[in-house]
Antibody
Framework: EVQLVESGGGLVQPGGSLRLSCAAS????????MNWVRQAPGKGLEWVSYISSGSESVYYADSVKGRFTISRDNAKNSLFLQMNSLRDEDTAVYFCARETRILTSDAFDIWGQGTVVTVSS | SYELTQPPSVSVSPGQTASITCSGDKLGDKYVCWYQQKPGQSPVLVIY???KRPSGIPERFSGSNSGNTATLTISGTQAMDEADYYC?????????FGGGTKLTVL
């Protein structure tokens, strides 16, 4: 079964750090680009970061640039998001999502169940 | 930065057609995806490349994209289609989501 499972969420104080993980199974992880997407309580989806299949390219939303770092370990089928200098507004459910090239365009075809990050003093 | 605008809510009667719009500058020049999200669940891809359906998505879901507006259409809407819907596009090395539309079937 194709699956993504996030972990590492929790309660952290403003200014603190957290590292999220996403474990992939059921597909060849190293063939796929990956993304992190978050959703604040009662709000919509917000794209956070992208990483290419071999980590050559990474992109970030302006809201997290300079504070978050995306990475992956293809040997361990894992995706990571290092979050530093956390702010109240980073409170959200964080999803990892597989990006698939379908015909000539890309889409997020597989999503994890999400991990909750709460930034609060 | 690029923005996608969706109506906050759309209502439809069971069996009728629901249309959800997504607006952005020259959006027709980009490919648009649509995701369905039900309460407490992860998003599900329902339309990719403007109008194509992934396997397992009912034929009542269709999409179009032209000019500055993409549209998700649900024909013969069912109660199970009640959910939040998000459009998505890629622009200048950034993925952008619309603000989401809550579809109510009543």
């Amino acid at each position: 079964e194709v699956q993504l499972v996030e972990s590492g969420g929790g309660l952290v104080q403003p200014g603190g750090s957290l590292r999220l993980s996403c474990a992939a199974s059921g597909f060849t992880f190293s063939d796929y680009r990956m993304n992190w997407v978050r959703q604040a309580p009662g709000k919509g989806l917000e794209w956070v970061s992208y990483i290419s299949s071999g980590s050559e390219s990474v992109y970030y939303a302006d809201s997290v640039k300079g504070r978050f770092t995306i990475s992956r370990d293809n040997a361990k089928n894992s995706l990571f998001l290092q979050m530093n200098s956390l702010r109240d507004e980073d409170t959200a459910v964080y999803f990892c999502a597989r990006e698939t090239r379908i015909l000539t365009s890309d889409a997020f075809d597989i999503w994890g169940q999400g991990t909750v990050v709460t930034v609060s003093s | 930065s690029y923005e996608l605008t969706q109506p906050p809510s759309v209502s439809v009667s069971p069996g009728q057609t629901a249309s959800i719009t997504c607006s952005g500058d020259k959006l027709g020049d980009k490919y648009v995806c649509w995701y369905q999200q039900k309460p407490g669940q992860s998003p599900v891809l329902v339309i990719y490349e403007d109008r194509k359906r992934p396997s397992g998505i009912p034929e009542r879901f269709s999409g179009s994209n032209s000019g500055n507006t993409a549209t998700l259409t649900i024909s013969g809407t069912q109660a199970m289609d009640e959910a939040d819907y998000y459009c998505q596009a890629w622009d200048s090395s950034v993925w952008v989501f619309g603000g989401g539309t809550k579809l109510t079937v009543l």
